[in-house]
Structure formats: structure tokens, C-alpha cells
């Protein structure tokens, strides 16, 4: 058993980072009081912008050069906020119906990305050569049983990522910037009178979310997939049900997004683990989405939604 | 649909065909060229035509489930699900009855089935949004995934057909293609399910504008508190809306799975649900408006693969564009406002100008007159005070 658990964790690792950071990027998002649904679409737009560049990179580089994949997470991660600004630029200046031009979002990242990608490559699907290797952290990985879960076989975008969540809990809850953030989620009108440019915050926001997803997006052409395809399989959407399931908090979603990590890569192992080998494949695989549901309901009642989540921002509004 | 929804929508479409076009420049085509084999490809002769129509069938559906849902205030995004599972019920009663029924009653009973299973699979996220409100997107999308894994297991492990990856035909009898409607057509895949589509259009016209349900759907749409206050039941309309909503999916799905084609794929979450949210959005969320959107939509998606083989342009181009209307479709909102600000600019920029013309008579004016204005004032507050003793 214990050998089991051991291999599968550094998968499920692996899948929960890009979930975190989406789910992450759409904490500051809706913590300034945007809805974002169009997460897919950025993660799709980061996994395009990522793949064009390190493969177009490789070329010229060496196909070894782990140079040309931090680049490409740079640029994925630009692209995603350039792109993002459509979004912000609907929904709070134009006080568009944020759910729907999230939508659009989605929609357009899978189709234009894919048309480019024809266009630039011949085909809708871009591979890169080489991603990052899993490796195990020096001196860590010999503690007894934490190493061998925790710091053997993890990735190096891993820590970046962990190290990104724990600046944000810093940043949402100890800083200046923080307390407006959260405060334009709740009460836009107050944080108005207080001198807060509401518009600005949420710009803010919804680029974090743009640039942290399309990063996640990225994140899983270099570690687990080394291709893009037009698609992320939903994890978007994933991302913003761990979201509420993790009450729009830094740690929260982190037991969230892991929770659906484990429970997805279980899923996608149990066929090679005898203790699971006896259950059908699809309850292991509806088990993720069916505890999600039944976890909205359990937390239904204890909501923290920020209050002012999807109203356009109106001064004049009391 | 008002005018100016219409115009809206109008504006939308074109803004949405002027960008298709930029991008065709972008990578070197010639626009016109491009938009002319798309919709030479969808309309050139009759059984293009009829592909269509065949195309359009289940978006005209999708689109009626997202435009009826969005009438109460709720998003059903579960579209895809719920037309998947509404497919695959009526797939598996095609190949399980296909041979044994008479075609009227087996067609009759796969419509319903796969109507039933798609309102059973949205009436999960409008009980949870009813009961515990739990937002309806989320798990409408967790529905999605649990459907897709279904049929994902359940078609290869119970009605695997030639390959691993779909499922048997469905016999000739259990199909929506008839004789008639293909001869008329000459030798399109059009089907029945447009006349299931055209069915719905006009019933769900009929139930939101004449009838006390449809009128309690749009009042909790509209205001929960003042319809609660009526004496109306939110929660209970909200999860008819629901079941209604998914089972126009559900209806998409049969349209889809035993119309257009005759077997399921797995791994494949159908386009057409989500399509669904932008058919009804151009449609301004009114069945006569959906109808014309999703045949709109239905040119765009039929004339593709005709554009793409005579020009070196990709078909996501149609996607493309689509994506784009609605998104110029979600600020259109904002239309008034911009026309609105422009206005007042304009009266700013006239009201400088004529300052300027006279500016120097005006300053020594306005000298004069804040002091009038002033000594003025003086005088009202004590004329105040003064009736006030009185």
C-alpha cells in the first residue's frame, strides 16, 4: 500500500498545481468582484502562447534548453493578461453580463487559439520537445516519510507555484492592497468613498486571474502533457468550483484543488492498484464532481461569496 | 424581440463578421472570398440547404433551454449533460426496442425518454440552487462531467460498436431520418428533429407569453423578492425552469444522437450545448429570436468545411466568429451608455466652444453674477427667516 501511495502522489501533485493556480488567479478575480468563468479559456490561450513559444524556441536554442520553457511561461503568462483585458474591459466598464462574457472567453480562446495555430504551424496541435523534468529536492527528499511524498519526484514549477500561493495569502490578508482588494468584492460603494479606485482594483484582478491561469495553462504543457490540443478537459471550470469549495480562501482552495488532484489521479490509476481494481471505473471518476456537489451543499449554508460578486460597479448606487 | 434587441444583435453579427474578416486579411486570405464559399457552402443548392437546417436543429434547441432558463434568472450552462444524457437514454432505448416497436411508437417513446432524461439531469442544479443555493453553474458543470463519464463507460461496456470509441448504429427504424423529408431534401441528412425544433419554438413561445407559468417564470427572472411577495413560489418555479430547460437539451441531444447521426461517440462533450448560451444570447432570449440566431449559426457551421476546402482558411474561423459575436453580443449592453457619453462630451465640447467665443465679455459676467447670485441668496435666506415669524 504504502508503495502505491507513494508513487501516485507525485501525480497528483502535479495535477493539483494547475488547478491551484487558476483557482487562485479567480480568488483575486472574484475577490474584487468579477466573476470569471471563462478560466478554460485563459488556461487554453497560456497553453498555446507557452507551447508556441518554447517549441519556437527549441528550434533555435536546443531542444534542451530549460531557458526557452521559463520564457514561455513568461509569455504565457503575459498573453493570458493581454488577454484577460477583453474581460475586464467588458465587465467593468462596460458593465457586461460577466457570466457571459466569460463565456465568450472560453469560446474564443478554444477557437482562435486552434485557428492560429493552424495558421502558424499547419496544425492544431503544437508539441514541445522537452518539458521539465520531475527531480527529487536535495536534502529534503531524505527525511523519512514526508520526503518521500513531498520532495522526491516534484517538478520544479511545483515550488514556484506553492511559493506564489503563499505571497498571495500574504497579499490578500496582510497588506494594504489586500484589504482593498477584498473590501471592492464587498461594498465597491464604500471602498469609493474611501478613495479606493474601484476600477483599478478590479483591473487588477482580473488580470492576476488572466495571467495565473493562462501560467496554469502552461504549467500543464510542461509538465504532464507536452502538447496542445484547443483544450484543458474542463479544468477550468474545476478550478472555480474548488473556488467555492474552498470559501474564496488561500487555503482553502490549496485542500480544494488537492482534494480534486488526488481524487482525479486515483481515478486515472486504480486500474494498476489491486485494492481499487474491484470498484467500476466510472464511480472513480464521478467521484470528484459528485463530491463537489455534495460538498457546495454542505458548505451552502456558510457561504462567503464576496457580497458584490458579478454587480457592475455603480457610484451612485446606495 | 424589440427593436432594439434586434438592432443589437444585428450590430453584434456584423461587428462579429468584420473581425472574421480581419483575421482572414491577417493570415493572408481574401475576406470576401472566404465569406463567400461559407455561405455558398451552407445555401448553395437544396441538400446543402438541408444540411443546414439539420445543423440548426439542435442549436435551435440548446438555445431555447439556455434562453428559457435565462427568463427565470438562471444560467444553464448544463446544456451539454443534459443533451448528452438525454442522447444517450434515447440511443439506448433505439438499440434495445429498435427491432421490436412500431416506428411511431418507438420514435414517439425515444423523443420522450430523451426529453425526461434531460430535464432529470438539470433538475439536480435547480433543486441544489432551490433547496440550497448552490450556484448553478458550478454544479450544472459538475452534472456535464458526470454525464460525460457515463456514457464515457456505459457505451463501450454495454453497446460498443465498430471501434472502442462509439457505439452500434441505431437501426433504420429508430432514426428521426425519414424517406420523405431526405427525398424532399435530395439526399441531405436533414430529419425530424426540425420539426421537433419548430414544435418547441412555438410551445415555448406559448408558455412564457400566455400562460401563468411562463408569467410566474419571468417575474422570479425578474424580481425573487416581489414575486415571493406575490405569492409566488421561487424555489419551486426555479426547479421548473430547470426540468423545462433541460429537457429542450435533452431534445437537443436526441436530435443530435438519433437525427443527424445515428451512433454515439465517446469522449466528446457536444458543442452544441454550450453554443446553446451564445444562440440564445443573440436571440436576445426570445424563441422567435433563437430560431433565427441558431440558423444564423447553423450557415456559419454547415458552410465551413466547404470555405476550408476551397480556401486555405482554418474552419475554426466559424468558431471564431461566433466567439466574437457574442462577446461584442455581452457589451452590446453598454451601447446606450457609450452613445450616451458621446452626447454628453459633445455638449461639454459646445458648451467650451460657445464659452470661448465670448469669453472675455463672460468673465467679467460671471464676476458680476456670482456676486449678484450671492447678494441674492442673502436676501432669500431672509426672506425665508422672514415668513417663518410670520
Given at each position: 500500500?504504502?508503495?502505491?501511495?507513494?508513487?501516485?502522489?507525485?501525480?497528483?501533485?502535479?495535477?493539483?498545481?494547475?488547478?491551484?493556480?487558476?483557482?487562485?488567479?479567480a480568488?483575486y478575480c472574484e475577490r474584487s468582484g468579477v466573476i470569471n468563468i471563462g478560466l478554460?479559456g485563459f488556461?487554453?490561450?497560456?497553453?498555446?502562447?507557452?507551447?508556441?513559444?518554447?517549441?519556437?524556441?527549441?528550434?533555435?536554442?536546443?531542444?534542451?534548453?530549460?531557458?526557452?520553457?521559463?520564457?514561455?511561461?513568461?509569455?504565457?503568462?503575459?498573453?493570458?493578461?493581454?488577454f484577460s483585458l477583453l474581460h475586464a474591459f467588458a465587465s467593468i466598464n462596460l458593465n457586461a453580463d460577466q457570466t457571459i462574457s466569460g463565456t465568450a472567453i472560453n469560446?474564443m480562446?478554444?477557437?482562435?487559439?486552434?485557428?492560429?495555430?493552424?495558421?502558424?504551424?499547419?496544425?492544431?496541435?503544437?508539441?514541445?520537445?522537452?518539458?521539465?523534468?520531475?527531480?527529487?529536492?536535495?536534502?529534503?527528499?531524505?527525511?523519512?516519510?514526508?520526503?518521500?511524498?513531498?520532495?522526491?519526484?516534484?517538478?520544479?514549477?511545483?515550488?514556484?507555484?506553492?511559493?506564489?500561493?503563499?505571497?498571495?495569502?500574504?497579499?490578500?490578508?496582510?497588506?494594504?492592497?489586500?484589504?482593498?482588494?477584498?473590501?471592492c468584492g464587498?461594498?465597491p460603494?464604500?471602498?469609493?468613498?474611501?478613495?479606493?479606485?474601484v476600477y483599478r482594483m478590479r483591473y487588477i484582478g482580473v488580470l492576476l486571474s488572466g495571467?495565473?491561469?493562462?501560467?496554469?495553462?502552461?504549467?500543464?504543457?510542461?509538465?504532464?502533457?507536452?502538447?496542445?490540443?484547443?483544450?484543458?478537459?474542463?479544468?477550468?471550470?474545476?478550478?472555480?468550483?474548488?473556488?467555492?469549495?474552498?470559501?474564496?480562501?488561500?487555503?482553502?482552495?490549496?485542500?480544494?484543488?488537492?482534494?480534486?488532484?488526488?481524487?482525479?489521479?486515483?481515478?486515472?490509476?486504480?486500474?494498476?492498484?489491486?485494492?481499487?481494481?474491484?470498484?467500476?471505473?466510472?464511480?472513480?471518476?464521478?467521484?470528484?464532481?459528485?463530491?463537489?456537489?455534495?460538498?457546495?451543499?454542505?458548505?451552502?449554508?456558510?457561504?462567503?461569496?464576496p457580497?458584490a460578486e458579478g454587480e457592475p460597479f455603480d457610484?451612485?448606487?446606495? | 424581440?424589440?427593436?432594439?434587441?434586434?438592432?443589437?444583435?444585428?450590430?453584434?453579427?456584423?461587428?462579429?463578421?468584420?473581425?472574421?474578416?480581419?483575421?482572414?486579411?491577417?493570415?493572408?486570405?481574401?475576406?470576401?472570398?472566404?465569406?463567400?464559399?461559407?455561405?455558398?457552402?451552407?445555401?448553395?443548392?437544396?441538400?446543402?440547404?438541408?444540411?443546414?437546417?439539420?445543423?440548426?436543429?439542435?442549436?435551435?434547441?440548446?438555445?431555447?433551454?439556455?434562453?428559457?432558463?435565462?427568463?427565470?434568472?438562471?444560467f444553464?450552462?448544463?446544456?451539454?449533460?443534459?443533451?448528452?444524457?438525454?442522447?444517450?437514454?434515447?440511443?439506448?432505448?433505439?438499440?434495445?426496442?429498435?427491432?421490436?416497436?412500431?416506428?411511431?411508437?418507438?420514435?414517439?417513446?425515444?423523443?420522450?425518454?430523451?426529453?425526461?432524461?434531460?430535464?432529470?439531469?438539470?433538475?439536480?442544479?435547480?433543486?441544489?440552487?432551490?433547496?440550497?443555493?448552490?450556484?448553478?453553474?458550478?454544479?450544472?458543470?459538475?452534472?456535464?462531467?458526470?454525464?460525460?463519464?457515463?456514457?464515457?463507460?456505459?457505451?463501450?461496456?454495454?453497446?460498443?460498436?465498430?471501434?472502442?470509441?462509439?457505439?452500434?448504429?441505431?437501426?433504420?427504424?429508430?432514426?428521426?431520418?425519414?424517406?420523405?423529408?431526405?427525398?424532399?431534401?435530395?439526399?441531405?441528412?436533414?430529419?425530424?428533429?426540425?420539426?421537433?425544433?419548430?414544435?418547441?419554438?412555438?410551445?415555448?413561445?406559448?408558455?412564457?407569453?400566455?400562460?401563468?407559468?411562463?408569467?410566474?417564470?419571468?417575474?422570479?427572472?425578474?424580481?425573487?423578492?416581489?414575486?415571493?411577495?406575490?405569492?409566488?413560489?421561487?424555489?419551486?418555479?426555479?426547479?421548473?425552469?430547470?426540468?423545462?430547460?433541460?429537457?429542450?437539451?435533452?431534445?437537443?441531444?436526441?436530435?443530435?444522437?438519433?437525427?443527424?447521426?445515428?451512433?454515439?461517440?465517446?469522449?466528446?462533450?457536444?458543442?452544441?450545448?454550450?453554443?446553446?448560451?451564445?444562440?440564445?444570447?443573440?436571440?436576445?432570449?426570445?424563441?422567435?429570436?433563437?430560431?433565427?440566431?441558431?440558423?444564423?449559426?447553423?450557415?456559419?457551421?454547415?458552410?465551413?468545411?466547404?470555405?476550408?476546402?476551397?480556401?486555405?482558411?482554418?474552419?475554426?474561423?466559424?468558431?471564431?466568429?461566433?466567439?466574437?459575436?457574442i462577446y461584442f453580443a455581452a457589451i452590446s449592453a453598454a451601447?446606450?451608455m457609450?452613445?450616451?457619453?458621446?452626447?454628453?462630451?459633445?455638449?461639454?465640447?459646445?458648451?467650451?466652444?460657445?464659452?470661448?467665443?465670448?469669453?472675455?465679455?463672460?468673465?467679467?459676467?460671471?464676476?458680476?453674477?456670482?456676486?449678484?447670485?450671492?447678494?441674492?441668496?442673502?436676501?432669500?435666506?431672509?426672506?425665508?427667516?422672514?415668513?417663518?415669524?410670520?
Amino acid at each position: 500500500m504504502w508503495e502505491i501511495v507513494k508513487q501516485i502522489f507525485p501525480y497528483a501533485v502535479a495535477y493539483t498545481i494547475p488547478l491551484l493556480m487558476t483557482a487562485l488567479g479567480a480568488l483575486y478575480c472574484e475577490r474584487s468582484g468579477v466573476i470569471n468563468i471563462g478560466l478554460d479559456g485563459f488556461m487554453i490561450v497560456g497553453s498555446f502562447a507557452g507551447a508556441l513559444t518554447i517549441s519556437k524556441l527549441q528550434e533555435s536554442m536546443g531542444s534542451g534548453n530549460t531557458l526557452a520553457i521559463w520564457i514561455g511561461l513568461l509569455v504565457a503568462m503575459i498573453v493570458g493578461m493581454l488577454f484577460s483585458l477583453l474581460h475586464a474591459f467588458a465587465s467593468i466598464n462596460l458593465n457586461a453580463d460577466q457570466t457571459i462574457s466569460g463565456t465568450a472567453i472560453n469560446m474564443m480562446a478554444g477557437a482562435l487559439t486552434v485557428f492560429l495555430a493552424r495558421t502558424i504551424t499547419g496544425s492544431g496541435r503544437i508539441r514541445i520537445t522537452n518539458g521539465f523534468y520531475p527531480m527529487d529536492v536535495p536534502v529534503l527528499s531524505q527525511i523519512p516519510i514526508l520526503g518521500d511524498l513531498l520532495f522526491k519526484k516534484t517538478y520544479i514549477t511545483t515550488w514556484v507555484s506553492l511559493g506564489i500561493l503563499l505571497l498571495s495569502a500574504f497579499l490578500i490578508y496582510k497588506t494594504r492592497f489586500g484589504l482593498r482588494l477584498r473590501s471592492c468584492g464587498e461594498h465597491p460603494q464604500a471602498s469609493d468613498a474611501a478613495g479606493i479606485n474601484v476600477y483599478r482594483m478590479r483591473y487588477i484582478g482580473v488580470l492576476l486571474s488572466g495571467g495565473l491561469s493562462s501560467f496554469a495553462g502552461a504549467i500543464i504543457l510542461v509538465t504532464f502533457s507536452g502538447e496542445f490540443n484547443g483544450s484543458v478537459a474542463g479544468l477550468g471550470f474545476l478550478a472555480l468550483a474548488a473556488l467555492i469549495f474552498g470559501q474564496w480562501k488561500p487555503l482553502g482552495i490549496l485542500a480544494a484543488t488537492a482534494f480534486f488532484g488526488f481524487a482525479t489521479t486515483i481515478a486515472n490509476v486504480s486500474q494498476v492498484i489491486p485494492a481499487l481494481g474491484s470498484i467500476p471505473l466510472v464511480v472513480l471518476k464521478v467521484f470528484p464532481y459528485v463530491a463537489t456537489l455534495l460538498a457546495l451543499v454542505f458548505f451552502s449554508k456558510s457561504s462567503r461569496a464576496p457580497k458584490a460578486e458579478g454587480e457592475p460597479f455603480d457610484s451612485g448606487k446606495r | 424581440m424589440n427593436k432594439k434587441e434586434s438592432l443589437n444583435s444585428i450590430l453584434a453579427v456584423v461587428l462579429g463578421l468584420i473581425a472574421g474578416a480581419i483575421l482572414m486579411f491577417a493570415i493572408g486570405s481574401n475576406a470576401v472570398e472566404g465569406y463567400s464559399y461559407l455561405f455558398r457552402g451552407a445555401l448553395i443548392n437544396v441538400k446543402r440547404g438541408g444540411d443546414t437546417l439539420a445543423t440548426a436543429t439542435p442549436l435551435i434547441l440548446t438555445g431555447l433551454s439556455v434562453g428559457f432558463a435565462f427568463k427565470t434568472g438562471l444560467f444553464n450552462i448544463g446544456t451539454p449533460g443534459q443533451m448528452l444524457f438525454g442522447g444517450f437514454c434515447a440511443t439506448v432505448i433505439g438499440l434495445t426496442y429498435g427491432a421490436t416497436m412500431p416506428r411511431v411508437l418507438l420514435l414517439l417513446v425515444m423523443i420522450i425518454v430523451g426529453g425526461l432524461a434531460g430535464a432529470i439531469w438539470a433538475f439536480v442544479p435547480g433543486l441544489l440552487k432551490a433547496k440550497f443555493n448552490v450556484n448553478e453553474v458550478v454544479s450544472a458543470i459538475m452534472m456535464n462531467w458526470v454525464c460525460y463519464w457515463i456514457v464515457y463507460y456505459a457505451i463501450p461496456g454495454y453497446f460498443k460498436g465498430s471501434s472502442e470509441t462509439e457505439s452500434k448504429s441505431i437501426p433504420a427504424e429508430a432514426s428521426l431520418k425519414t424517406k420523405w423529408l431526405t427525398d424532399l431534401f435530395s439526399g441531405s441528412y436533414i430529419n425530424l428533429g426540425i420539426l421537433i425544433a419548430v414544435i418547441a419554438v412555438i410551445v415555448i413561445a406559448f408558455i412564457l407569453n400566455k400562460t401563468v407559468l411562463g408569467y410566474e417564470l419571468k417575474a422570479v427572472g425578474f424580481n425573487k423578492s416581489a414575486a415571493e411577495y406575490a405569492g409566488m413560489s421561487v424555489n419551486r418555479n426555479i426547479v421548473i425552469s430547470m426540468m423545462i430547460a433541460g429537457c429542450l437539451s435533452g431534445l437537443a441531444g436526441v436530435a443530435q444522437y438519433i437525427g443527424n447521426a445515428s451512433n454515439m461517440q465517446i469522449g466528446i462533450m457536444p458543442s452544441q450545448g454550450f453554443d446553446g448560451i451564445a444562440v440564445s444570447l443573440l436571440g436576445a432570449n426570445n424563441p422567435v429570436g433563437i430560431l433565427i440566431s441558431a440558423l444564423f449559426f447553423g450557415v456559419l457551421y454547415s458552410g465551413k468545411g466547404f470555405m476550408n476546402a476551397n480556401t486555405n482558411i482554418p474552419p475554426e474561423i466559424a468558431d471564431t466568429i461566433i466567439a466574437t459575436i457574442i462577446y461584442f453580443a455581452a457589451i452590446s449592453a453598454a451601447v446606450p451608455m457609450i452613445v450616451n457619453a458621446i452626447k454628453h462630451k459633445k455638449a461639454i465640447a459646445n458648451a467650451k466652444k460657445l464659452q470661448n467665443d465670448g469669453s472675455i465679455v463672460q468673465q467679467d459676467l460671471a464676476n458680476d453674477e456670482s456676486k449678484v447670485s450671492n447678494t441674492e441668496k442673502a436676501n432669500d435666506i431672509t426672506d425665508i427667516d422672514d415668513k417663518e415669524e410670520k
